[in-house]
């Protein structure tokens, strides 16, 4: 069984950044991509971030420029670098791992608060 673990979460202040870290449990490149979503104030996940296994990206609108997905294959790992952060960016963020056959599994989540 696939487990994912995200972690970095916190409290920053509007314009702050913060690093979350998606740890996976086996070869992050055995996946056919890896991503984040958040679920925020709309109660609806949506995508923030995607890295393929080739390594391309894609971002949400509202967070380009300022967010970057990355990885680090040695240690099954994919991050998530928040720069400018802004208060609509409070959420509950996961990671996902998407499968060859398109299912999905999902770590437990982290909470991200940017408040003054």
């Known amino acids: 069984q696939v487990q994912l673990v995200e972690s970095g979460g916190g409290l920053v202040q509007p314009g702050g950044s913060l690093r979350l870290s998606c740890a996976a449990s086996?070869?992050?490149?055995?996946?056919?991509?890896m991503g984040w979503y958040r679920q925020g104030s709309r109660k609806e996940r949506e995508l923030v971030a995607l890295?393929?296994?080739?390594?391309?990206?894609r971002y949400a609108d509202s967070v380009k420029g300022r967010f970057t997905i990355s990885r680090d294959n040695a240690k099954n790992t994919v991050y998530l670098q928040m720069n400018s952060l802004k208060p609509e960016d409070t959420a509950v963020y996961y990671c996902?791992?998407?499968?060859?056959?398109?299912?999905?599994?999902w770590g437990q989540g982290t909470q991200v608060t940017v408040s003054s």
């Open positions: 890295i393929t296994r080739v390594g391309g990206t």
């Open positions: 996902d791992a998407e499968t060859f056959t398109k299912s999905d599994y």
């Open positions: 086996r070869n992050i490149l055995s996946f056919n991509a």
